[in-house]
């Protein structure tokens, strides 16, 4: 049976100063699913190298990788979510998360509003107004 997440998308940004297997290990323990990455190769203003990379999953690995993000999240950032959760969904029902990127590399989890790790809930069904809080609630904190 399919699940109620159809799809996840992670997205960063890795700068020239970064090291990129770090941030992709970092990635990929926080989803605990083994993906393969699309990279694309972009030039900064002052000739720099920059690479945008992307995650795509769907079905059971993206079940599973929201499962894992939900249980790697500290108390006060659900807690954070629980009240502006309605903040964080669009018109379509898609829950959009910001991760700071040094603190997940570290081994945290934290918000992050600059550079950050950019996660993309998109759920199966369309949710009606409203909905969408009671829906992302029972998935990330267990309904509470």
Same mark, same amino acid.
């Given at each position: 049976?399919?699940?109620?997440?159809?799809?996840?998308?992670?997205?960063?940004?890795?700068?020239?100063?970064?090291?990129?297997?770090?941030?992709?290990?970092?990635?990929?323990?926080? /989803?605990?699913?083994?993906? *393969?990455?699309?990279?694309?190769?972009? $030039? %900064?203003?002052?000739?720099?190298?920059?690479? !945008? &990379?992307?995650?795509?999953?769907?079905?059971?690995?993206?079940?599973?990788?929201?499962?894992?993000?939900?249980?790697?999240?500290?108390?006060?950032?659900?807690?954070?979510?629980?009240?502006?959760?309605?903040?964080?969904?669009?018109?379509?029902?898609?829950?959009?998360?910001? /991760?700071?990127?040094?603190? *997940?590399?570290?081994?945290?989890?934290? $918000? %992050?509003?600059?550079?950050?790790?950019?996660? !993309? &809930?998109?759920?199966?069904?369309?949710?009606?107004?409203?909905?969408?809080?009671?829906?992302?609630?029972?998935?990330?904190?267990?309904?509470?």
């Amino acid at each position: 049976m399919k699940g109620p997440i159809q799809s996840i998308e992670v997205s960063y940004i890795v700068h020239a100063t970064e090291d990129s297997q770090t941030l992709a290990k970092a990635v990929s323990t926080l /989803l605990s699913v083994d993906a *393969l990455a699309e990279e694309e190769q972009m $030039e %900064g203003h002052f000739g720099n190298a920059i690479t !945008r &990379v992307r995650y795509h999953l769907t079905g059971e690995d993206a079940a599973a990788a929201l499962g894992s993000i939900a249980a790697q999240l500290p108390a006060l950032m659900k807690e954070r979510l629980k009240r502006e959760m309605v903040e964080l969904v669009d018109e379509h029902s898609v829950l959009y998360l910001r /991760l700071d990127k040094q603190c *997940l590399v570290v081994g945290t989890l934290e $918000e %992050g509003t600059s550079d950050p790790v950019r996660i !993309r &809930v998109k759920p199966r069904v369309f949710l009606p107004r409203g909905g969408a809080k009671e829906f992302y609630s029972k998935i990330l904190f267990g309904g509470n």
